[in-house]
């Protein structure tokens, strides 16, 4: 009894519940390939709108190189040579090059060079010398000429803020040694 009013509500609400599809006329598949018309559709609009030359520009390439025509060999393409005002130019026999390696005087007046530019307007003349006396003192067992050197440090002294006698020079030298 009790089975048979379970089996007749069940069948009564089963009838009223009828599942109403929307579009049930469209499958899936269908539904996926209008979604995917429809975008390039109107990503094509908007490129077509907006990226005209762009588009034009893919479609039809200009050529990397305008078609010229050569000249034949031996007449001038353009003209000669116009030198900047103060430029000069030197035979392949007029460089010098140094033969081999640089020597540790070469090196030295390098690392000399190096220190005056780093201390161009810098008012730091004891700061100067004990640096000056430091980079001596890494040259110490090489054979090095004091006194050209020593010409070289006055000769390039002149771009520091302040005055750099020989005495101090030699001063810092016998300090390194």
Do not use: C
């Not at 469209?26 to 996926?32: C, E, L, N, R, T």
């Not at 520009?57 to 001038?76: D, L, N, R, W």
């Not at 007046?109 to 004891?126: V, Y």
């Amino acid at each position: 009894m009790f089975g048979s009013i379970l089996s007749q509500q069940l069948q009564q609400w089963s009838g009223s519940l009828r599942i109403k599809a929307m579009l049930s006329f469209i499958s899936w598949p269908q539904y996926f390939a209008a979604v995917v018309i429809i975008g390039l559709a109107y990503y094509g609009i908007v490129l077509v709108k907006y990226y005209r030359g762009e588009l034009l520009a893919f479609v039809h390439p200009k050529p990397a190189f305008p078609a010229t025509t050569v000249p034949k060999f031996g007449g001038e393409v353009i003209g000669s040579i116009k030198p900047e005002p103060g430029e000069s130019s030197l035979n392949a026999e007029d460089l010098q090059f140094p033969d081999g390696e640089p020597t540790a005087q070469d090196e030295l007046i390098n690392e000399m060079r190096g220190l005056i530019n780093a201390f161009k307007g810098l008012d730091q003349k004891d700061e100067f010398l004990s640096l000056l006396s430091l980079i001596f003192s890494r040259y110490a067992g090489t054979e090095i000429d004091r006194f050209s050197l020593i010409e070289q440090v006055l000769e390039n002294a002149h771009a520091l803020s302040f005055t750099v006698d020989q005495a101090e020079i030699e001063a810092a030298w016998q300090k390194a040694a």
